[in-house]
C-alpha cells in the first residue's frame, strides 16, 4: 500500500522560488527539495522567468507542512486532489480547507493558463 495518496501542482512567483525551495528542502524533500521548482513560466513564454512551476505526489503529513508553507508564501499557488484510491477527500478538506489552495485535479496547461502563464515555446512542442 503506499503512502502517496495526493497530487499537487504547484506555481510560486520567481521571487519566492529560492526560499520555497529551501523550505521544501527542510521540510518535505531533504533529499532533492533544494531542485523541486526549475521549469519556468512567464506571461509570454519568454525569459525573465516570471514563475516556476511543479508537480508532485504528496502523503498526508505533507499536506500539513504544505498548508504551513502556503501560508508563508501568499502568491504561490496550489492545486491537491486525491490521487489514489485509499485518499481521502474529507482528510483534504480537514487539512487544506481553511486555506488558499484549491481541492481539486488540474493539469498543467489548465492552471497556468488560469495564472495567465505561459512555458518556452521548445518545452511546449516536446509534450
Do not use: C
Amino acid at each position: 500500500m503506499t503512502d502517496f495518496k495526493y497530487r499537487g501542482f504547484f506555481i510560486v512567483s520567481s521571487s519566492d522560488r529560492v526560499a520555497i525551495n529551501s523550505a521544501i528542502k527542510g521540510d518535505l524533500d531533504t533529499e532533492g527539495g533544494e531542485n523541486t521548482f526549475t521549469n519556468w513560466a512567464s506571461s509570454n513564454g519568454n525569459q525573465p522567468a516570471t514563475h516556476y512551476y511543479a508537480s508532485s505526489v504528496l502523503t498526508e503529513n505533507a499536506l500539513n507542512k504544505i498548508s504551513a508553507i502556503g501560508d508563508i508564501y501568499p502568491t504561490s499557488k496550489a492545486w491537491i486532489w486525491v490521487d489514489h484510491p485509499t485518499g481521502s477527500q474529507e482528510i483534504l478538506e480537514s487539512v487544506l480547507g481553511e486555506t488558499d489552495i484549491v481541492l481539486e485535479k488540474i493539469t498543467m496547461s489548465e492552471a497556468l493558463a488560469e495564472e495567465g502563464l505561459q512555458i518556452p515555446p521548445q518545452v511546449a512542442d516536446q509534450g
